[in-house]
Each structure stands twice: as C-alpha cells, then as structure tokens.
C-alpha cells in the first residue's frame, strides 16, 4: 500500500494562491478516487475537492470557483490549485485516496476513504 506525501502548505495572505500536491510513494496502484480534506481547530473534519481517474471532480460549495483538482494519473499525484484564499481556509488539508467505485454524489464523503496522508497546514492571514 502506497504512502501519501504531501507538500505545498504555508502561510499566504488573503486573495493569496497555493497549491498543494499529494504523490504516493513506494509501490503506486491506482485509487479511483482521490480527493482533499481538511480539519480547523475545534472543527470536524470537511471534504473540500475530490476527482475520480475519470475526471470527474465534486466540490464544496464553499471552495467552489475558487480552488481546482486535478491528478496525473502517470504520476498517480494529486493537486489542489487554491486561489482567492480566505482566512476561513485555514485549516489542516489532508491527502485521501480510495479503490472503492462509490456513487457520485459521494465522492467528498470522507468514510469512502481508505488512505490518508499526514496533512500540510495552510494558514490564511488578513
């Protein structure tokens, strides 16, 4: 089972860009989704932006229009293009990847999710 390696997080101010990446390290394989979540203090854990080997992408609506995924197959590597940052985005941003065919309406549900990288922190200032 292959590793999730994050990078990419720091501290950006508002109207701020980042982009985050996710590559597996080790033996790669082939989740049919992946997909970003994230965690603020004193907050249950979110589903923010997921995308399936087909390309087929779900996002929250409060990151909608905002932050793009993507994924390079070939490289089996996640990314989070994260524009307009607002202070409201800080939080810890995990890496998430699954084999499991769920149903498309549920592609941000976190329970699907069956590997999780370590997080990379984002921090957001005004």
């Known amino acids: 089972q292959a590793q999730l390696v994050e990078s990419g997080g720091g501290s950006v101010q508002t109207g701020g860009s980042l982009r985050l990446s996710c590559a597996a390290s080790?033996?790669?394989?082939?989740?049919?989704?992946m997909g970003w979540f994230r965690q603020a203090p004193g907050k249950e854990r979110e589903g923010v932006a997921a995308?399936?080997?087909?390309?087929?992408?779900a996002y929250a609506d409060s990151v909608k229009g905002r932050f793009t995924i993507s994924r390079d197959n070939a490289k089996n590597t996640l990314y989070l293009q994260m524009d307009s940052l607002k202070p409201e985005d800080t939080a810890m941003y995990y890496c998430a990847k699954t084999r499991l065919r769920m149903p498309t309406g549920s592609l941000l549900n976190q329970n699907w999710y069956t590997s999780w990288g370590q997080g990379t922190q984002v921090t957001v200032s005004s």
């Open positions: 080790g033996n790669s394989d082939s989740p049919y989704c």
């Open positions: 995308i399936t080997r087909d390309g087929i992408t």
